[in-house]
């Protein structure tokens, strides 16, 4: 969001290098081509315009649905580590009941 807005400024500053009277609006000769280019930067980035709504909205919302999905994974693994650390080496058992080779 940071990099948006110092991007933005940018913008608007060079934008404001070709606003001679200084009263914010654009007309007769400050009008140019590359006054023209400046303004088409500052008004055509549609990513500067929904980067609040991604960044601010869907980002933490897809993260946290992510580190949701990985803590519930990790804390069921822990969960049957500890269970295997009670019951012990059951694989043992099934083994020699079956007799299969280790």
């Not at 969001?1 to 933005?8: A, G, H, R």
């Not at 934008?15 to 001679?20: C, I, P, Q, S």
Request: charged share 30%.
């Amino acid at each position: 969001m940071s990099l948006v807005w110092v991007t933005e400024v940018g913008l608007k500053r060079n934008l404001e290098k070709f606003d001679l009277d200084g009263d914010g609006a654009f007309s007769g000769e400050e009008i140019t081509p590359e006054m023209e280019k400046a303004m088409e930067a500052v008004t055509q980035d549609t990513g500067r315009t929904f980067a609040p709504i991604t960044g601010l909205v869907i980002c933490p919302v897809y993260s946290g649905f992510w580190h949701f999905v990985g803590g519930v994974s990790f804390l069921v693994f822990l969960r049957g580590e500890k269970r295997r650390e009670e019951v012990g080496d059951w694989g043992k058992e099934w083994r020699e009941i079956f007799r299969c080779a280790p």
